[in-house]
Structure formats: structure tokens, C-alpha cells
């Protein structure tokens, strides 16, 4: 087995002295592992960081073999943002969701173009968290559980919603949500296309609805929870004003 993709480092665990096992997210063939022959070395530990982008050929007996990588460097997304915590964080962040949430060697490359441009905003000054939550919503969707935000589920409805069902995963209208919403969660507008800015208060309620349901419908099944790293950005945003 033998084939060559484009891809972003997930995690690397160091195997043996000089060796390591690393997991990328590639374009054609989904979250996939492979050794790195020296990847604990000094030469190739820099290339093997979260988020940089490598491209890769990978080698096998058969397909379902560890197999081995070699790769050469493409854009150090992790180097660059080394200058801003809050940044490297929703990159570690973003890097570990995919690599707890994907099933191995299963492609999704609309996910895979998302995330891309995700890596593309950390480095601008784009909205990259709201553009985080999306992301998030998409992985829901590529996984088979996305969430009904177009209509109330109540009403039919499809301006004015204001919440989602923390069971059905539907969007209700802020007037037929009145009389339930302690027991709803909330929907930010920016996840509507209704007026709004991703302000703190939008972006916690965004994180809390996805992270609501990539719990319950992915990770709870395999007796998993959200990725530490996740919990890390959420405090940190909490802490910062004026991000969008």
C-alpha cells in the first residue's frame, strides 16, 4: 500500500527513543496514523507540532497496518502563533476535537476544506471563533447528527428563533421557546444569519450548544468527554473581550 496526501498534525506520541507514532488530518484519507521514522529527533520534532501542515507518502504491507510516514514541512501553523496564547490555544484546541471525534482512515473532506480555513483565520484577523463553532456544527453533520436550524420545530417559524432543543437538536422560536427556555439552550445569531455580533456572550452560548451535542452524540457513546484542550480555550475566551 502505498499513496500521498496533504495533511495537518492532530498528535504525536513519541515511540522508542528516536521514532514516533503521529495523526493527521489528510484530504483523501481522513485521521490516520503512521510512524515517523526519527520523528522524536531533533530534526523532524519541530515538523511534528499540531496544526503544521505536512505532506506526506505513506507505506504499508496492508491497509490496515500502522504503516510509515515521510513527510516534508509545509506551513507552520503552531510556530506562528506562538506569540499568542489565546490563538495557540483554539489551535490545540480545534487539533484535538478532530483526533477524539474522527473515526480513523475515513475521508471528509468538506470537514478537512473547514478546517483549513479555520487555520487560515488564526493567523489573520478574521472571526476565527466564530468560525470555530461552525466548524464544530460541521462535524456534527459529517458525523450524521447535525443539528435542524433553518425552521421553529414548534411553529415552523423561521425568523426570531432564539433556542435549540437539548433533545432533538431542532431551533425553536424565542415566542414558542418563552415558557421552557431554563430548560433550552440558547442559539446564537450568528449561527442564524439574524443580526448579531459573535460577542462573548454569543460565542459561549455557540460553544455550549455544539459541545452539548458532540458530547451526547459522539463522545458519551464511547465512554469519552470533550478534550481538555477545549475546556482551556473556553476559559481563556471567557477572559478576553472583543473576540469575534
Not at 499568542?84 to 477524539?100: F, Q
Not at 418563552?178 to 439574524?194: E, S
Request: hydrophobic share 45%.
Amino acid at each position: 500500500m502505498d499513496w500521498r496526501d496533504r495533511g495537518y498534525v492532530l498528535s504525536v506520541r513519541v515511540l522508542g527513543e528516536r521514532d514516533a507514532v503521529a495523526s493527521l488530518f489528510t484530504r483523501e484519507h481522513g485521521r490516520h496514523p503512521g510512524l515517523v521514522r526519527g520523528g522524536a529527533g531533533r530534526r523532524m520534532s519541530p515538523l511534528l507540532q499540531a496544526g503544521n501542515e505536512l505532506h506526506v507518502q505513506w507505506r504499508a504491507r496492508l491497509s490496515d497496518h500502522l504503516g510509515t510516514f515521510s513527510a516534508e514541512a509545509g506551513t507552520a501553523h503552531g510556530a506562528a502563533l506562538l506569540d499568542s496564547p489565546l490563538r495557540l490555544a483554539a489551535l490545540s484546541a480545534a487539533c484535538a476535537l478532530v483526533e477524539t471525534c474522527l473515526p480513523e482512515r475515513e475521508p471528509h473532506t468538506r470537514l478537512f476544506d473547514g478546517f483549513e480555513v479555520f487555520l487560515g483565520l488564526l493567523g489573520q484577523d478574521g472571526p476565527w471563533a466564530a468560525v470555530l463553532v461552525r466548524f464544530e456544527l460541521e462535524l456534527l453533520a459529517e458525523l450524521g447528527f447535525g443539528l435542524d436550524l433553518s425552521a421553529c420545530a414548534v411553529t415552523g417559524a423561521t425568523a426570531g428563533l432564539s433556542h435549540v432543543s437539548p433533545r432533538t437538536g431542532r431551533a425553536v422560536s424565542a415566542e414558542a421557546a418563552a415558557p421552557y427556555a431554563d430548560r433550552l439552550l440558547r442559539l446564537p445569531g450568528f449561527l442564524t444569519g439574524a443580526a448579531g455580533s459573535a460577542d462573548g456572550a454569543a460565542l459561549a452560548d455557540g460553544f455550549a450548544l455544539t459541545g452539548h451535542f458532540i458530547e451526547r452524540h459522539i463522545l458519551a457513546p464511547k465512554g469519552l468527554a470533550l478534550p481538555p484542550a477545549r475546556g482551556r480555550l473556553l476559559s481563556l475566551l471567557g477572559r478576553t473581550p472583543g473576540i469575534c
